[in-house]
């Protein structure tokens, strides 16, 4: 799908306290998205790494990076983060995680139910030795 205004923004908090070890897959899985019409919140929990450094390397005009003068928690940073929001839809995206490509059109294409006000997907938690889903394959939930 090519970028388009026709299609809903997907505002996307990227909330990132020390995160350079994982940021560039993390990042580079939101450019590899099917779905292009995004926006990047990318808050920088006033790291003292080398997160700023990678963020700033994405030559992007959909992305926009706010530093926070003080470091506070999640929580706090996802508010703040939130403020900045100018999309139709908002997605998480924290800096040690990584999206399969198809992640935001199949999850777009779940709101056009006017049922649906919330979606999420499964996870895979993984080390060297080992990789687990969080939740048990073809689990359903309800739509009320």
Not at 86 to 91: E, H, K, M, V
Not at 101 to 122: A, S
Request: proline residues 1%; contains cysteine; charged residues 30%.
């Amino acid at each position: 799908m090519s970028f388009s205004t026709n299609f809903p923004r997907v505002s996307i908090i990227m909330n990132c306290f020390n995160g350079e070890k994982y940021l560039e897959e993390a990042l580079n899985s939101v450019f590899q998205q099917t779905y292009e019409n995004w926006e990047l919140i990318f808050w920088d929990n006033n790291s003292n790494d080398k997160s700023k450094q990678i963020i700033s390397s994405f030559k992007d005009k959909r992305i926009r990076i706010f530093t926070s003068l003080v470091h506070t928690n999640l929580g706090e940073a996802r508010k703040e983060a939130y403020k900045k929001v100018q999309g139709d839809y908002l997605a998480f995206l924290d800096v040690d995680d990584i999206w399969k490509p198809n992640k935001l059109i199949e999850q777009i294409k779940l709101f056009d139910n006017e049922k649906v006000g919330i979606t999420f997907t499964n996870a895979v938690y993984f080390s060297k030795k080992k990789k687990k889903n969080l939740y048990k394959s073809g689990r359903n939930f309800k739509v009320n």
